[in-house]
Structure formats: C-alpha cells, structure tokens
Nanobody, 121 residues
Framework: QIQVDESGGGVVRAGESLRLSCAPA????????MGWFRQAPGKAREFVAA????????TYSNAVKGRFTISKDDAKNTWYLQMNTLKPEDTGTYYC??????????????WGQGTQVTVSS
C-alpha cells in the first residue's frame, strides 16, 4: 500500500517563503519520480511541479516557474517543494503525487491528505 505524508504548510504573507515536504511510505523509493499538485477552494486540482527519479529533470507550471523549486533527498526518501515569493493566488492545499511510472514522471491516483498553504496579501 502506498501512502504519502505532506507537511510544511502554513500561513504566510505575500513575498514570504515556505518549504513543503513529502515523505512517502510503502512501495515508493528514492528512485521514484514525484509531482506536486495544488487545489484552491472551488477550483480543480492543478499541476505544480515534478521531478524525475534521477533528480535531474524537473518541470514546472508557468504559474510557479522561477519561484518554486522541487528537489529530493534520497538519503531521507523525502521530496521537497521550496516556494519563494509566494502570492495570494498560491493559496490552496498542496499534494505530492508519486509517479505511476517509476523513475519517469506520470501522475498517479495516489493522494495524501495534503498540506494547507495560505498566503495573505
């Protein structure tokens, strides 16, 4: 069984930073690709960023490119989303999403509880 545990959310002001963490359990190992999604109130869940199993290839949505950085620590089996220069429109629940294709990034149906990020203006 696959489980993911997101943490690091909080309430910040516009321009501040947060770092989210994702610690999966079960059959997800350090070599997996991982993505981050977010969902704002009343809106559909949207893609934010992804990293492949090697940690070399990353991809970002246009909304966060240049402000967010996805990374991984293989020793800790943990993935991160560093969010800088946060904006009120970044508010939402953030979810990490283990790839359905192992080391290559492909969204899966595995979702955790998410972590709430609230950015005030």
């Amino acid at each position: 069984q696959i489980q993911v545990d997101e943490s690091g959310g909080g309430v910040v002001r516009a321009g501040e930073s947060l770092r989210l963490s994702c610690a999966p359990a079960g059959r997800i190992f350090a070599g997996y690709a991982m993505g981050w999604f977010r969902q704002a109130p009343g809106k559909a869940r949207e893609f934010v960023a992804a990293i492949d199993g090697s940690g070399i290839q990353t991809t970002y949505s246009n909304a966060v490119k240049g402000r967010f950085t996805i990374s991984k620590d293989d020793a800790k089996n943990t993935w991160y989303l560093q969010m800088n220069t946060l904006k009120p429109e970044d508010t939402g629940t953030y979810y990490c999403n283990p790839s359905s294709a192992g080391r290559l990034w492909r969204p899966s149906d595995f979702w955790g509880q998410g972590t709430q990020v609230t950015v005030s203006s």
